[in-house]
C-alpha cells in the first residue's frame, strides 16, 4: 500500500482549549488514523481524547509494527476494539459514568482492506470515483429510532454514545476493500457544521491527478473559518493506493 495523507488540529475561534487529539501512523502495508473529540461540557474532554491517542499510538509501535506480518485482518480489529475497550474501562474507573469522554472515529488500512470504528459525532467519508459517502453515522439522538424518556425534550445533536460514559461502550463499525483511489476523511464535528455539504463534498472529489492534502485541508480550513470556526476542528485526509 501506498498512503498519501495530511491532518491537522485547530482550536478554532471560540474554545478556549483545543480538547481534538489525532493520530496518523502508516508504514508499507497498513495505516492508522483517528479523530478524537473530547466532548464539551464533560470534565477531562482533552485528558481522554489524548487517552485515546496515545494508547493507540502505543499499541502501534509496541504491538503492531513488531508482529504486523503474523497478523490477519480479523485479529488486528479485535485488537483495535479490545485497546477501545481497555480505554473505556480505564475512564470509567478513573472518573465514573457520565463524568468525561470522548468520540472516537479511526480508520485503519490494512493489506488492502480497511476497518473504522466510531462512537460519537466525529465522522469519516470515504470519496470514491465520482461519489462521495459518509460511512459513519452520527451518535445523536436525532439517529435514535426509538426515544427513550430522557430524550425526549434533549436536542437532536445531542451525544448518545462516546468513549467513556457509560460501562457498556456502544460502538459502530464497518469494513471494506480499498480501490485505486480511494480517499477518506476523518473529521470531528467542527468541520463539518461550519461546511456545506455540497462544499465539502465537491473538495473531497477533486479530481486524483491533482490530489495534495495539504492543499485541500487548507481550503477546507478556510471555509470553516470563515463560517465562525465555533468549536474546535480536527481532520485528516488520506489516499489509498495498491502499490
Known sequence: MRFTYAGCSNIGAVRRENEDAILMRACENAGLFLVADGIGGAAFGSVISGMIRDSYAQ????????HQSELGFSAV???LKEVLSQINRKVIISYGE???GSTITLLFIFKGSCVWISAGDSRLYRARALSCKQLTRDDT??????????ARNASGGQLVGAVGIRNTLEYSIGTDVIKRGDRFFVCSDGV???ISSRKLERLLLLPCISFVPDIILKKVSNIVEINGAGDNYSMILVRADNA
Do not use: G, T
Open 59 to 66: 499499541w502501534w509501535e509496541e504491538e503492531f509494527l513488531p
Open 77 to 79: 480489529i479485535q485488537a
Open 98 to 100: 457520565m463524568e468525561a
Open 141 to 150: 439522538v436525532a439517529n435514535l429510532v426509538e426515544k427513550p424518556h430522557w
Open 192 to 194: 463539518y457544521r461550519f
